[in-house]
Structure formats: structure tokens, C-alpha cells
């Protein structure tokens, strides 16, 4: 028997004072989400485990049924998954987004919504000026992409971009959580640095920029 899981995630958001202190899922006209509650089965059930980020990818593959103490390992095996990349026991898998950075603040972590075409202009751009035998970029979906260190260390401290908007990014660039990692972290940074050289004047930034949207300036592997 097959089945639908359809997951709202982050949909019940938190209460308004505009709206009475009704959450906006409270507020909407949702005739079928009321159909689904009085014909089916109610209940509270804990996604993400003490200890873990509360993100998408443990949710997720929690209710799929993993135990996150021995399989998390972050977004980016989920993305490599996703496009075909076929990873090493060995392979550090990290999503990479595109993002616009405004001088020493992340400004916006999807470019304001990069188109796939894009992105895949740009990240094949730095696999080209980049990769080589330990690093490879790998095209994801419009701003979120994969990166695959080869051999690197997975004891990192990483931030996501989308928990930093408007903040200083220096600060949150990856770090080695254990002496092991100094290599793969520094290794990182030292991406980061040079994606922003390369992407600073590239065509399809000039464009952008041209045209008034956000350029995607930079790497962050997470």
C-alpha cells in the first residue's frame, strides 16, 4: 500500500498580534486541512530529538523513520542523493547555497531566489576555476547546490545562511569542532574567499546587479 506524506513544515508559525494572537494557519481558510482532522486521526508526535538543530532534514528524515544519533550528517548527503552524486565512505558532503553577500553583512542566503539556469552557470564556473582531485561542486535546484570534499573531516561547527540575514558573516564561517577538522575548515574558508573573487565580476553577476537584484556572490557550505 502506498502512501502520502505531505509535511507543512514550518506552517504553524508562531501567534500575531494583527491577528488577534492567532497563528496564520489559525487565520486561513483551510476547508480541506478541516476536512482531514475530523475524518482522520489527531496527534502529537516529536520530530527532532534533543540535542539536534531544528531543521528540515532531521524532521524529515525522522518521520521516515532514521534515528538521527546514527545517520545525521547534515543537508548535504540528502542533497547528493537527490541529484545522482554517489558518495565515498570518506566524501564530507555539504550543501552549498549561492548567496549575496553586502560587504561584511549575508544579505540574502537565496539570491533572491536564483533561477536554476543560474546557478548552474555559476557553479559550474567555480568547479571549473575550483575542483579538482579533493573538491567538487555538483549543480542542486536554483540557489542550493552540493559541495564533496574528499577525505574531509565532518567534525565541523557550520551555520546555516538562512539563520544569519542582515548579520555579520565573517563570524559564522565554518570551524573546526574538533582538531581534526582544522584542515577541511581552513580548506572551507579558504573556498569561500575565492568564490568571492571569482563570482565578484562575473558576467551573469554584472547583470544582476545591473538589473537590480542581488548578486550571488559568494559560496556557504553548511
Partial sequence: ???????????ADWPCDELGGKTLLQ?????HFDWLARHGRNGLLKTVPDGFHPGSEVANSS????????????RGPLEAAS???????????????????????????????LETGEGDVLIRYLQEHLGNERVH????????????????????QCTPPHDIPGKPWREHLPKAATPDARD???????????????????PLN?????????????????
Avoid at 1 to 11: E, P
Avoid at 184 to 202: D, G, K, N
Fill in 1 to 11: 500500500m502506498k502512501h502520502l506524506i505531505i509535511l507543512g513544515d514550518g506552517m
Fill in 27 to 31: 487565520h486561513a481558510h483551510t476547508p
Fill in 63 to 74: 518521520i521516515l523513520g532514521y534515528d538521527q544519533h546514527l545517520v545525521y550528517e547534515g
Fill in 83 to 113: 541529484i545522482g552524486v554517489e558518495l565515498a565512505p570518506d566524501d564530507l558532503a555539504m550543501r552549498c547555497n549561492l548567496v549575496s553577500l553586502d560587504g561584511s553583512l549575508l544579505k540574502n542566503h537565496s539570491c533572491g531566489r
Fill in 137 to 156: 561542486f555538483y549543480t542542486g535546484v536554483q540557489y542550493r547546490h552540493l559541495l564533496v570534499i574528499r577525505g574531509g573531516c565532518k567534525n565541523l
Fill in 184 to 202: 577541511t575548515a581552513t580548506l572551507l574558508r579558504h573556498l569561500v574567499q575565492e568564490s568571492q573573487r571569482l563570482l565578484a565580476t562575473h
Fill in 206 to 222: 554584472l547583470g544582476r546587479v545591473a538589473a537590480g537584484q542581488d548578486p550571488a556572490n559568494s559560496i556557504w557550505p553548511w
